[in-house]
């Protein structure tokens, strides 16, 4: 885990100012801020936060229930605190996951995991991971997963794949937004949030999400 944690933050450090500045900053500066705050940019009626809002787009917001998908962690209980070793400033790896109920007729999973209590400190709702045109066959999503068959877009940290936890004003609630869909998407890797709910459009067959807690 310390060699993987290692090569996320090295990538970022070569790939991304933003992320250079994620690996060596804490608090506030976790989310592209300082102790003196930025200029929040304006909320909409989705009540998400300039770019990362569309109107209609599905990944904003939370994932409403939508037929009997489902989504389980075995290191979490929905609504309970995420351990500790899947923060930002401890192993940095995704914790496991479990699906089922995915609906006939799906070809893929789109998954989003994102901080809407970080609107107040970054001005935006913080996306932690993002991974699309996962098989809609999988059941189960390891611990420190390494997608071959799926695409990992880049987080908020400027980081491709899984970024943990990291709030800096107190407890924080991460959604866990699952999607099944019934086609792949047709986005480039460097795909954003937007992009890829936009993508999704007329594709949902169901959705759920899983919430856990973190704090400080």
């Given at each position: 885990?310390?060699?993987?944690?290692?090569?996320?933050?090295?990538?970022?450090?070569?790939?991304?100012?933003?992320?250079?500045?994620?690996?060596?900053?804490?608090?506030?500066?976790?989310?592209?801020?300082?102790?003196?705050?930025?200029?929040?940019?304006?909320?909409?009626?989705?009540?998400?936060?300039?770019?990362?809002?569309?109107?209609?787009?599905?990944?904003?917001?939370?994932?409403?229930?939508?037929g009997?998908?489902?989504?389980?962690?075995?290191?979490?209980?929905?609504?309970?605190?995420?351990?500790?070793?899947?923060?930002?400033?401890?192993?940095?790896?995704?914790?496991?996951?479990?699906?089922?109920?995915?609906?006939?007729?799906?070809?893929?999973?789109?998954?989003?995991?994102?901080?809407?209590?970080?609107?107040e400190?970054?001005?935006?709702?913080?996306?932690?991971?993002?991974?699309?045109?996962?098989?809609?066959?999988?059941?189960?999503?390891?611990?420190?997963?390494t997608?071959?068959?799926?695409?990992?877009?880049?987080?908020?940290?400027?980081?491709?794949?899984?970024?943990?936890?990291?709030?800096?004003?107190?407890?924080?609630?991460?959604?866990?937004?699952?999607?099944?869909?019934?086609?792949?998407?047709?986005?480039?890797?460097?795909?954003?949030?937007?992009?890829?709910?936009?993508?999704?459009?007329?594709?949902?067959?169901?959705?759920?999400?899983?919430?856990?807690?973190?704090?400080?």
């Amino acid at each position: 885990m310390a060699e993987h944690s290692t090569r996320r933050r090295l990538l970022a450090a070569a790939g991304s100012g933003v992320a250079a500045l994620a690996a060596g900053c804490s608090g506030l500066e976790w989310y592209g801020g300082d102790s003196a705050g930025t200029e929040p940019e304006p909320t909409t009626a989705t009540g998400e936060t300039g770019n990362e809002t569309t109107t209609g787009n599905p990944v904003v917001g939370d994932a409403a229930q939508a037929g009997d998908l489902a989504l389980s962690s075995s290191a979490f209980d929905g609504g309970q605190p995420i351990p500790r070793q899947y923060g930002r400033d401890e192993s940095d790896v995704n914790p496991p996951l479990s699906i089922s109920g995915v609906p006939d007729g799906a070809e893929t999973l789109a998954l989003v995991v994102d901080d809407p209590d970080a609107v107040e400190p970054a001005g935006e709702v913080w996306l932690h991971w993002l991974v699309w045109n996962v098989p809609a066959t999988r059941t189960e999503i390891p611990e420190d997963w390494t997608p071959e068959r799926a695409t990992e877009g880049v987080n908020d940290f400027g980081e491709r794949g899984y970024g943990g936890p990291a709030p800096p004003d107190g407890e924080h609630t991460y959604r866990f937004k699952l999607y099944a869909l019934d086609a792949s998407l047709e986005v480039p890797a460097d795909a954003s949030k937007r992009d890829v709910g936009d993508a999704m459009r007329d594709h949902v067959l169901a959705s759920t999400q899983l919430v856990g807690t973190y704090a400080p």
